[in-house]
T-cell receptor, first 114, second 112 residues
Framework: AQKITQTQPGMFVQEKEAVTLDCTYD???????LFWYKQPSSGEMIFLIY??????QNATEGRYSLNFQKARKSANLVISASQLGDSAMYFC???????????FGTGTRLKVLA | NAGVTQTPKFQVLKTGQSMTLQCAQD?????MSWYRQDPGMGLRLIHY???????DQGEVPNGYNVSRSTTEDFPLRLLSAAPSQTSVYFC???????????FGPGTRLTVL
């Protein structure tokens, strides 16, 4: 069984500052993927970043990076230079490799302050 | 490319009614899935399909049916709607090397 834990229900960050959203996971699968999605108030789910369990380097996509610590079973999302448009819910998810069967966390609501 | 499309965007049903939520994708991805999102919770997998003619149950399949006759379409059928099925429903498609899924805009369903 797999599980994702997001312990921060809500966070605030000042515009232009960096912010880290926490995600810890539990899995017995030897190979898995970790994903982050953004859900703005309009409701759609937007893919941000992916990290494979065997990837040696942390994933980066523009202002998003994933701080992957396999031994600690954590996959924190780092957003650099926050923008007002980053205000949204952020979900972490895990899936065994090759299955697409995502297990989602409960999300973190991020508010960027001007 | 429209990606993943869903219809309708909103729907209100009475208890016991049946309906079909439509999902289509133009990315030629083999994998498609349906999730529901309830307040305060993450998305939960209802049903998924690894290709035309192949479907399987996810975490919360009761009360829902699916079929996959083409690569493009993956409808979700509610057989006899119940208030507990009030939720936002997302369809997703994936087929990349990294198992990434792309979601449709969602259908907000209310069952009275």
């Amino acid at each position: 069984a797999q599980k994702i834990t997001q312990t921060q229900p809500g966070m605030f960050v000042q515009e232009k500052e960096a912010v880290t959203l926490d995600c810890t996971y539990d899995t017995s699968d030897p190979s898995y993927g970790l994903f982050w999605y953004k859900q703005p108030s309009s409701g759609e789910m937007i893919f941000l970043i992916y990290q494979g369990s065997y990837d040696q380097q942390n994933a980066t996509e523009g202002r998003y990076s994933l701080n992957f610590q396999k031994a600690r079973k954590s996959a924190n999302l780092v957003i650099s230079a926050s923008q007002l448009g980053d205000s949204a819910m952020y979900f972490c998810a895990i899936a065994p490799s090759g299955t697409y069967k995502y297990i989602f966390g409960t999300g973190t609501r991020l508010k960027v302050l001007a | 490319n429209a990606g993943v499309t869903q219809t309708p965007k909103f729907q209100v049903l009475k208890t016991g009614q049946s309906m079909t939520l439509q999902c289509a994708q133009d990315m030629n991805h083999e994998y498609m899935s349906w999730y529901r999102q309830d307040p305060g919770m993450g998305l939960r997998l209802i049903h998924y399909s690894v290709g035309a003619g192949i479907t399987d149950q996810g975490e919360v399949p009761n009360g829902y049916n699916v079929s996959r006759s083409t690569t493009e379409d993956f409808p979700l059928r509610l057989l006899s709607a119940a208030p507990s099925q009030t939720s936002v429903y997302f369809c997703a498609a994936g087929g990349t090397r990294t198992d990434t899924q792309y979601f449709g805009p969602g259908t907000r369903l209310t069952v009275l």
